[in-house]
């Protein structure tokens, strides 16, 4: 399915981009993170696990778990530090 | 009343007696205005800041923090609540945040602000970026943030 991914900040930085469109075959995001980490640099280091990575799914805070739909809006970003 | 924006992310500085005044409107029966200013420090985590620069998430920033507001309508009896946060490259002693809410007696707005407060720093995407003599930095995200946000009964995943 056709989707949207964002990054932000330090992982926008560590990717290069702020978005690309993408032909994905996960179910989840979690699913979808690990697709973008097998592609290597530089996704790898900048989305691997244990790192603090947090996640938007069509604007909203969301987790791994969440099921990816058609024309979804991913976001991939740090702990955020507003205020 | 009714046509002021909630929630405003701009460049620009805002006026705090402005701002208040567009937040009370025409609304007689506000008893109480509590308002937090958050600003530009000129030293963070050991080192001198010479400039802080604040990305965030267009459309998403302004959702989560509607959000909030509704939610702090739900939990206390206030009348009204405005956030304006800026955005881009702030020197030290700039204001960065405001959060304002007026309601008839003032226990519901200090609450109410408060809670508004630790509710964006884990919840609303914002990122700060500081200029230090060693170079840029990422700020990272403090633990204590998320005990602030989870005495209000509320679990972050932010930290």
């Not at chain 1, 592609?39 to 900048?46: D, M, V």
Request: aromatic residues 6%; proline residues 4%.
């Amino acid at each position: 399915m056709k989707i949207t991914v964002r990054y932000f900040a330090s992982i926008r930085e560590a990717v290069g981009r702020g978005s690309e469109a993408l032909d994905t075959a996960a179910a989840t995001l979690g699913g979808l993170r690990d697709e973008l980490i097998a592609r290597g640099e530089p996704y790898a280091p900048a989305l691997a696990r244990g790192k603090a990575v947090r996640l938007a799914l069509d604007q909203v805070m969301s987790d791994e778990a969440a099921a990816l739909r058609e024309g979804a809006e991913v976001a991939f970003f740090p702990p955020v530090t507003g205020g | 009343m009714d046509t002021v924006a909630r929630v405003v992310i701009q460049e620009q500085d805002f006026d705090l007696s402005a701002e208040v005044a567009a937040l009370r409107g025409r609304d007689t029966g506000v008893g109480a205005v509590c308002c937090f200013v958050g600003t530009v420090r000129d030293r963070n985590d050991g080192a001198s800041v010479s400039t802080l620069e604040l990305e965030h998430y267009p459309g998403m920033t302004e959702k989560a923090i509607e959000a909030m507001i509704d939610e702090a309508m739900r939990r206390f009896d206030i009348r009204a609540a405005r956030v304006v946060h800026r955005i881009g490259p702030l020197q030290p002693q700039e204001q960065i945040v405001l959060v304002a809410v007026t309601s008839a007696h003032r226990g519901e707005s200090f609450q109410a602000c408060e809670f508004l407060m630790d509710y964006l720093k884990t919840q609303a995407p914002f990122w700060k970026k500081e200029q230090t003599p060693t170079g840029a930095r990422w700020v990272d995200a403090r633990v204590s943030d998320d005990a602030a946000l989870a005495r209000w009964g509320i679990a972050s995943r932010n930290g």
